[in-house]
């Protein structure tokens, strides 16, 4: 090894320090070579050269060769990790490791799978007796004598030991320096020291270096300057093994437990409550809501106008404008209705079947989905669905089937269709839990409906949406036919003013007038026949009994017939007329108790959310939260941004403090020739390790034990919990937050690993 005008010069704030100057120096192969000088002189600065560890400001050190400060870092590591051997005056032990584990390391790093060397070198340096010591917990003279035993046990071609025994008595001085000098018989060992006494009783040679220079170099025994034959050199790079790793990992988890207990409880505490300000601070109703039927099962949003005691309905034009509005195929018209499926003979038991039907829902546009059948395309035929089957099953013992007849208000329907719905799902579901009681409640909606093309079955029939808008049963009563007539009952229709039905006409014109009393209406052909040819009466007016929607009042009207069309034969209605609407457009509102149910799969959802009025059992607990939540937003804000920061200086604090007391590790395992990500590894690793029991530990308590905190002793009455429970909802998530933490800890780690890894490792390890 040879120096070429080797300079090192430290900047301070007042001054250059030339801490090496120019020094020229050939070392041999072998021998004992001492470096002196008094303190300061530089002579730890011309070790640090010769060791890789410092970087010189000018110069060069020669090996074989290859100069060593040539800007090849992965030969620097090399040189590091294979050729030299370091002994530092304070050891320089991984407190992590125990005695064998850290002569061992070194092999490792030069991935050698034979250890046994290791027990040769620990008998060499005759610590057999605290091999597996902690490091810590043995004496100065053993520690250094480690820290020898794991210099030596890589072989390498040179020992490098600054002040080896500056922190020894006379005993273990002498100990070490016989050991030294048994080792420099086939190898070079530079030693640096201040005990002169020692330097020329075991020196070959000496060398004396004073204020960065050379003062004095003195042989001893010129044999040291014989050539040895020594294979050709080559520096292998460290490798550290993933099981290596691990062990770092779990040392360093072991050595820093408060830090680890300190990061469980930032783990626990920030998802609560950054989870709690996101759900006040982000609340949207919309999104809660779709969360709560998401996770519950609730399928539908039910919409009414008005609300009137139980009744909530739509007027049936509103109804109409809504299907335009968001979209016909996701929205149900639905009316009230019992019907029930058993006589009340029967043993009712089981609550989860109904013995009711409760709904009639329109379905004009195959909007359902059936399993079985079809959609009804008479108005004498109506589809179920599978659970009004099944509950008829639960209390009959067979199900209703396509083919079996119903009985609504008193007239007979024939089963067509078997609407596939997803009740199943709650038959495993607990309905002791409040919110699926209610999410189930808001399925019945459709579950236990009939579906059918007319509206309301005390209004009688009613057709396509588009031609006519409420179909009323009336008595037509022809004038002049006596108290028996032929047709007693006929189907009125009452037309939209904007459109004309698209009947064709046989005979006569549309619809003429729309006012006053001798409006004009049309009749079908079936009507006209047999009122009126039948009887060869040939008048063209006659008059119209009315009920009301609950059969309560007859009204008369005198009707002037404009003209006669052609029957609607499938609707299978025997006498028809269509007047325009504008004469019994008071009564058609009321008679129309409309609901709608909308899926909840709409894609208006947001607004439909937002902008109607949404009668949901459910969506009363969820507006409470929102309006809550919307008094409360600007602090919560606030809060949250002050969560944040506080996560970010908990992760520097806890980080600095942590890297303060692992940067000698960093150091030394840095001087061994290690790079830098493989540094870094173990607290990526141990970042892993955080993550996973982190994350199951917030888990169970932001999921289980926190809402059982809340729901018993915070929100206890049940208006309160189920507030609460929309609020939960809400909730960003857990992941989300544990994820902040992580990324936020892990990059002020990496961060000041890498900025403690641009400095030497001799700076690391002093902590310059
Ligand atoms: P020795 O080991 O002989 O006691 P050093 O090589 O440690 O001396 O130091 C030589 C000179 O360089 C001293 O004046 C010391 O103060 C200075 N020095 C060493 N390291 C640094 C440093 N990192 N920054 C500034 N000055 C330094
Ligand atoms: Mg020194």
Same mark, same amino acid.
């Given at each position: !090894?040879e120096?070429?005008?080797?300079t090192?010069?430290?900047k301070?704030?007042?001054?250059?320090?030339?801490?090496?100057?120019? #020094?020229?120096?050939?070392?041999?192969?072998?021998?004992?070579?001492? &470096?002196v000088?008094?303190?300061?002189?530089?002579?730890?600065?011309?070790?640090?050269?010769?060791?890789?560890?410092?970087?010189p400001t000018?110069?060069?050190?020669?090996?074989?060769?290859?100069?060593?400060?040539?800007?090849n870092?992965?030969?620097?590591?090399?040189?590091?990790?294979?050729?030299?051997?370091? @002994?530092?005056?304070?050891?320089?032990?991984?407190?992590?490791? /125990?005695?064998?584990?850290?002569?061992?390391?070194?092999?490792?790093?030069?991935?050698?799978?034979?250890?046994?060397?290791?027990? $040769?070198v620990?008998?060499k340096?005759?610590?057999?007796?605290?091999?597996?010591?902690q490091?810590?917990?043995?004496?100065?003279?053993?520690?250094?004598?480690?820290?020898?035993?794991?210099?030596?046990?890589?072989?390498?071609?040179?020992?490098?030991?600054?002040?080896?025994?500056?922190?020894?008595?006379?005993?273990?001085?002498?100990?070490?320096?016989?050991?030294?000098?048994?080792?420099?018989?086939?190898?070079?060992?530079?030693v640096?020291?201040?005990?002169?006494?020692?330097?020329?009783?075991y020196?070959?040679?000496? #060398?004396?270096?004073e204020?960065?220079?050379?003062?004095?170099?003195?042989?001893?025994?010129?044999?040291?300057?014989?050539?040895?034959?020594? $294979?050709?050199?080559s520096?292998? =790079?460290?490798?550290?093994?993933?099981?290596q790793?691990?062990?770092?990992?779990?040392?360093?988890?072991?050595?820093?437990?408060?830090?680890?207990?300190?990061?469980?409880?930032?783990? @626990?505490? @920030?998802?609560?409550?950054?989870? +709690?300000?996101c759900?006040?601070?982000?609340?949207?109703?919309?999104?809660?809501?779709? *969360?709560?039927?998401?996770?519950?099962?609730s399928?539908?949003?039910?919409?009414?106008?008005?609300?009137?005691?139980?009744?909530?309905?739509y007027?049936?034009?509103?109804?109409?404008?809504?299907?335009?509005?968001y979209?016909?195929?996701?929205?149900?018209?639905?009316?009230?209705?019992?019907?029930?499926? +058993?006589?009340?003979?029967?043993d009712?038991?089981?609550?989860?079947?109904?013995?009711?039907?409760?709904?009639?829902?329109?379905?004009?546009?195959?909007?359902?989905?059936?399993?079985?059948?079809?959609?009804?395309?008479?108005?004498?035929?109506?589809?179920?669905?599978?659970?009004?089957?099944?509950?008829?099953e639960?209390?009959?013992?067979?199900?209703?089937?396509?083919?079996?007849?119903? /009985?609504?208000?008193?007239?007979y329907?024939?089963?067509?269709?078997?609407?596939?719905?997803?009740?199943?799902?709650f038959?495993?579901?607990?309905l002791?839990?409040?919110?699926?009681? !209610?999410?189930f409640? %808001?399925?019945?909606?459709?579950?236990?409906?009939?579906?059918? /093309?007319?509206?309301?079955?005390?209004?009688?029939?009613?057709?396509?949406?588009?031609?006519?808008? %409420?179909?009323?049963?009336?008595?037509?009563?022809?004038?002049?036919?006596g108290?028996?007539?032929?047709?007693?009952?006929?189907?009125?229709?009452?037309?939209?003013?904007?459109?004309?039905?698209?009947?064709? &006409?046989?005979?006569?014109?549309?619809?003429?007038?729309?006012?006053?009393?001798?409006?004009?209406?049309?009749l079908?052909?079936?009507?006209?026949?047999?009122?009126?040819?039948?009887?060869?009466?040939?008048v063209n007016?006659?008059?119209?009994?009315?009920?009301?929607?609950?059969g309560?009042?007859?009204?008369?009207?005198?009707?002037?017939?404009?003209?006669?069309? *052609?029957?609607?034969?499938n609707?299978?209605?025997?006498?028809?007329?269509?007047?325009k609407?504008?004469?019994?457009?008071t009564?058609?509102?009321?008679?129309?108790?409309?609901?709608?149910?909308?899926?909840?799969?709409?894609?208006?959802?947001?607004?439909?959310? =937002?902008?109607?009025?949404?009668?949901?059992?459910?969506?009363?607990?969820?507006?409470?939260?929102?309006?809550?939540?919307?008094?409360?937003?600007?602090?919560?804000?606030?809060?949250?941004?002050?969560?944040?920061?506080?996560i970010? +200086?908990?992760? +520097?604090? &806890?980080?600095?403090?942590?890297?303060?007391?692992?940067?000698? =590790?960093?150091?030394?395992k840095y001087?061994?020739?290690?790079?830098?990500f493989?540094?870094?590894?173990?607290?990526?690793?141990?970042?892993?390790?955080?993550?996973?029991?982190?994350?199951i530990?917030?888990l169970?308590?932001?999921?289980?034990?926190?809402?059982?905190?809340?729901?018993?002793?915070?929100?206890?009455?049940?208006? $309160?919990?189920?507030?609460y429970?929309?609020?939960?909802i809400?909730?960003?998530?857990?992941?989300?937050?544990?994820?902040?933490?992580?990324?936020v800890?892990f @990059?002020?780690? #990496?961060?000041?690993?890498?900025?403690?890894? *641009?400095?030497?490792?001799? $700076?690391i390890?002093?902590?310059?």
């Amino acid at each position: !090894m040879e120096i070429k005008q080797l300079t090192k010069t430290y900047k301070t704030e007042y001054e250059l320090i030339h801490a090496l100057n120019h #020094i020229d120096l050939v070392f041999p192969q072998k021998g004992l070579v001492f &470096i002196v000088g008094v303190s300061g002189s530089g002579k730890s600065t011309l070790m640090n050269m010769l060791s890789g560890v410092d970087v010189p400001t000018s110069g060069e050190v020669i090996i074989d060769d290859i100069s060593l400060y040539n800007g090849n870092k992965k030969q620097l590591f090399g040189y590091r990790n294979s050729y030299v051997g370091l @002994i530092f005056q304070d050891y320089n032990l991984i407190e992590d490791l /125990n005695v064998y584990e850290n002569i061992k390391l070194p092999l490792e790093f030069l991935h050698q799978e034979d250890f046994s060397i290791v027990d $040769e070198v620990i008998k060499k340096v005759d610590i057999e007796d605290i091999k597996y010591s902690q490091v810590d917990q043995i004496s100065s003279g053993q520690m250094q004598r480690v820290a020898i035993a794991r210099a030596l046990v890589k072989n390498s071609a040179m020992i490098l030991a600054d002040e080896p025994t500056g922190n020894l008595d006379s005993k273990n001085t002498r100990i070490v320096m016989d050991l030294l000098k048994e080792i420099s018989q086939d190898r070079l060992v530079v030693v640096i020291t201040h005990d002169d006494d020692a330097a020329h009783e075991y020196g070959d040679r000496i #060398i004396e270096i004073e204020d960065g220079k050379v003062l004095d170099d003195h042989l001893v025994d010129p044999s040291i300057n014989e050539p040895m034959v020594k $294979e050709k050199i080559s520096f292998s =790079k460290p490798i550290i093994t993933f099981k290596q790793q691990l062990l770092f990992t779990f040392r360093f988890i072991r050595s820093n437990l408060a830090r680890s207990i300190a990061i469980f409880i930032m783990l @626990i505490l @920030i998802p609560i409550i950054g989870n +709690v300000l996101c759900g006040y601070a982000f609340f949207d109703i919309a999104t809660s809501f779709h *969360r709560y039927q998401d996770e519950y099962g609730s399928n539908y949003i039910e919409l009414a106008d008005n609300i009137k005691g139980y009744s909530t309905y739509y007027s049936v034009d509103d109804y109409g404008d809504l299907l335009d509005k968001y979209g016909g195929e996701n929205i149900l018209e639905i009316y009230n209705t019992y019907v029930p499926l +058993v006589n009340s003979s029967v043993d009712l038991e089981d609550s989860f079947y109904a013995p009711v039907i409760r709904n009639i829902v329109t379905d004009d546009y195959e909007r359902l989905n059936y399993q079985e059948g079809h959609a009804p395309v008479s108005l004498t035929e109506v589809a179920i669905t599978d659970y009004v089957s099944a509950c008829y099953e639960n209390y009959v013992g067979r199900p209703y089937v396509i083919g079996d007849r119903i /009985n609504i208000g008193g007239r007979y329907y024939d089963i067509c269709g078997i609407v596939d719905t997803d009740y199943e799902k709650f038959l495993n579901k607990n309905l002791n839990d409040q919110m699926v009681q !209610m999410a189930f409640q %808001e399925n019945l909606q459709l579950y236990n409906a009939v579906i059918s /093309n007319f509206v309301g079955y005390h209004n009688g029939i009613k057709l396509n949406m588009n031609y006519f808008v %409420e179909t009323i049963n009336y008595t037509v009563t022809p004038r002049n036919i006596g108290d028996d007539p032929v047709v007693k009952e006929a189907t009125v229709m009452v037309q939209k003013l904007s459109a004309a039905p698209t009947v064709s &006409i046989v005979q006569g014109s549309r619809l003429t007038s729309s006012s006053g009393s001798g409006s004009s209406a049309m009749l079908s052909q079936n009507l006209w026949q047999n009122i009126m040819e039948e009887n060869e009466i040939k008048v063209n007016s006659f008059s119209l009994s009315c009920m009301n929607s609950y059969g309560q009042r007859n009204r008369y009207l005198s009707i002037y017939a404009s003209g006669i069309f *052609r029957d609607l034969s499938n609707y299978g209605i025997d006498g028809t007329v269509i007047v325009k609407d504008q004469y019994f457009r008071t009564r058609v509102d009321k008679m129309a108790m409309c609901r709608i149910l909308v899926q909840k799969d709409n894609i208006f959802y947001d607004k439909i959310i =937002k902008t109607e009025k949404v009668v949901n059992p459910s969506f009363t607990y969820a507006k409470a939260t929102w309006t809550k939540a919307d008094s409360s937003k600007f602090v919560m804000y606030e809060f949250l941004i002050t969560l944040l920061i506080i996560i970010v +200086v908990f992760a +520097v604090i &806890i980080n600095s403090m942590t890297l303060n007391a692992e940067k000698k =590790k960093i150091g030394i395992k840095y001087s061994f020739g290690i790079s830098k990500f493989p540094i870094i590894v173990p607290y990526l690793l141990e970042t892993i390790f955080y993550v996973i029991v982190g994350f199951i530990l917030s888990l169970v308590v932001v999921q289980f034990i926190f809402p059982w905190i809340m729901t018993t002793f915070v929100y206890t009455s049940s208006q $309160e919990v189920m507030e609460y429970q929309f609020f939960y909802i809400s909730w960003s998530s857990i992941l989300g937050w544990d994820a902040i933490i992580y990324a936020v800890m892990f @990059i002020s780690l #990496i961060t000041m690993v890498l900025t403690i890894c *641009r400095k030497s490792p001799i $700076e690391i390890i002093k902590d310059l």
